[in-house]
């Protein structure tokens, strides 16, 4: 008896934590992963949809900041310099095939 | 029952680290592989390289003795030379390919599936019909028979650089289009946030004017990236294939200045969202639902 209300508590402790973690992963973590590059530079730009509002101004008279602290992170640079690496990467090799004597 | 609790917390905790931690680590895993893999290739392919170039420069130093007379080399001598000459060529081609099909492999986004498997798929014979050679080679006992082996190669090698830059455009494209995504994502948040703002009854006109600026200059830059593929794929010769891949390349340089001031654009808005603050409790409720 005493071992079955152990295994009970176990499993309420598990479904409880496994639930809460559901639950903020469902409004948290919506993660658009762009993989823009496979070089060896690669990037991955996660454009996270979440928390979008964060409250850092406890003073509700000056309003609520939006946080676009994730998209203030995007460039397009790297990507455009990616461009002339594939290039050089993959640039055709010169080949002589005379190998006659 | 102290015993049990600590179980408990330590199932959770494992439970927890695993949730949390789980997906991040398979997808960062992949993207690690995927690298570690291309940079692996790529390693083998300028090795591959470097030994051609030594292997020619022996070849024709050997050659050069031996059309002088010189009794250093005999012609048993030079055809072995010869012969490890043209494997290295081959391998140097096998090797290049890998490295294009590694880049098209990794391209998952940006090229359609079937043209990705398309050319996967071309890449593939044509490595097998390098690597077939390889054997025929290691059989040859004449200068004859190499030669024309090196022939046949050469004939083969003609359409694979044809074939070879098409998919340096294909690439160049593509990467192209990843960028456009990544704005075109960017652009949609700003959206979601330009209806929470209205539903904060707030004016948002002029986030609404960049949003249609930044939708004009991406359309133009599709456009751009557009006629590039269609000059890529008109690639059909190698009297065409230089002129042409400049072309294309012209294009995306284009779609690019266009991709700088989409950007600059894009980063109009953000500023905007910057100054903006959240005022309605109401607003602010639904937010979650709103950008899930």
């Known amino acids: ?101 | 029952m102290k015993q049990t609790l600590t179980i408990a917390l330590v199932g959770a905790f494992i439970v927890s680290i695993t949730l949390f931690a789980g997906p991040n680590v398979i997808a960062q895993s992949n993207d690690a592989a995927v690298v570690g893999n291309y940079a692996k290739v790529k390693e083998g392919y300028q090795n591959t390289l470097s030994e051609y170039r030594s292997s020619r420069s022996d070849f024709l130093s050997a050659r050069n003795k031996y059309q002088k007379k010189s009794s250093a080399v005999s012609s048993e001598q030079l055809l072995e030379q010869a012969k490890k000459y043209i494997q290295k060529t081959i391998m140097t081609m096998s090797k290049y390919l890998e490295a294009m099909k590694v880049r098209v492999e990794s391209m998952n986004a940006g090229i359609d599936e079937e043209k990705r498997n398309a050319i996967i798929a071309e890449i593939n014979s044509d490595i097998a019909w390098l690597q077939e050679k390889l054997g025929q080679i290691e059989r040859v006992t004449e200068n004859s028979a190499l030669v024309s082996i090196s022939d046949s190669i050469r004939e083969k090698w003609t359409p694979i650089r044809i074939k070879a830059k098409k998919y340096v455009g294909v690439l160049l494209s593509a990467r192209t289009h990843q960028t456009i995504s990544k704005l075109e994502q960017a652009k949609t948040k700003i959206e979601e946030y330009i209806v929470l703002l209205e539903e904060d009854d707030q004016e948002v006109g002029n986030i609404e004017n960049i949003l249609e600026e930044l939708n004009e200059k991406l359309k133009v830059t599709k456009t751009q990236v557009t006629n590039a593929e269609k000059v890529f794929n008109r690639i059909s010769s190698p009297d065409n294939m230089q002129s042409l891949f400049k072309q294309g390349k012209d294009f995306l340089t284009s779609a690019n200045r266009y991709i700088r001031e989409s950007w600059q654009v894009f980063k109009s808005s953000v500023s905007e969202l910057n100054k903006r603050r959240m005022n309605n409790k109401n607003s602010m409720d639904v937010e979650a639902s709103s950008l899930e």
């Open chain 1, 1 to 101: 008896m005493k071992n079955l209300s152990n295994v009970i508590i176990i499993i309420i402790g598990i479904s409880v934590v496994a639930g809460a973690i559901w639950f903020f992963q469902q409004g948290d973590t919506k993660i658009v992963n762009i993989p823009v590059n496979t070089s060896e530079n690669n990037i991955n730009v996660h454009i996270n949809i979440n928390s979008s509002i964060v409250n850092v101004n406890s003073n509700t008279n000056e309003g609520i900041p939006i946080d676009i602290s994730d998209l203030e992170t995007i460039e397009v640079e790297t990507d455009i310099s990616d461009l002339s690496t594939i290039e050089a990467d993959l640039e055709l090799p010169e080949f002589d095939f005379d190998v006659s004597f």
